[in-house]
């Protein structure tokens, strides 16, 4: 059984990394960043997937590339379809630094 203050701690945790991965998403939509924004330190992959698809991303299908097959590097590629943007959420399953930009829809 978990301590009540751990298990706490986690849920504040979480909800703070919501706010700034929201805040990040969106001065990628409003044009506030015109490239990427790195985090600086691991966030979680699919806490990053969540909070987009919460604001209406959606998987690139057209365009799947999880990785180079011989890193441990990865790119998951998404688009928002009311505002025809594209973005690729990346990083480092082995050093952190996830980051999330913009990408041109050719790429």
Known sequence: MMNKYIETD???AITLLKV???NA???LESGTVKEYISFGYPIPLQ???QCAQDRGWVEDMDDWDWTNG???D???KMVHPDKRIYMTIGGSLLCGNSYIGLRNEKD
């Open 10 to 12: 986690i849920e504040q």
């Open 20 to 22: 700034a991965i929201n």
């Open 25 to 27: 998403l969106f001065d």
């Open 47 to 49: 806490l990053i997937i």
């Open 70 to 72: 011989w890193e441990v």
């Open 74 to 76: 990865y790119w998951y």
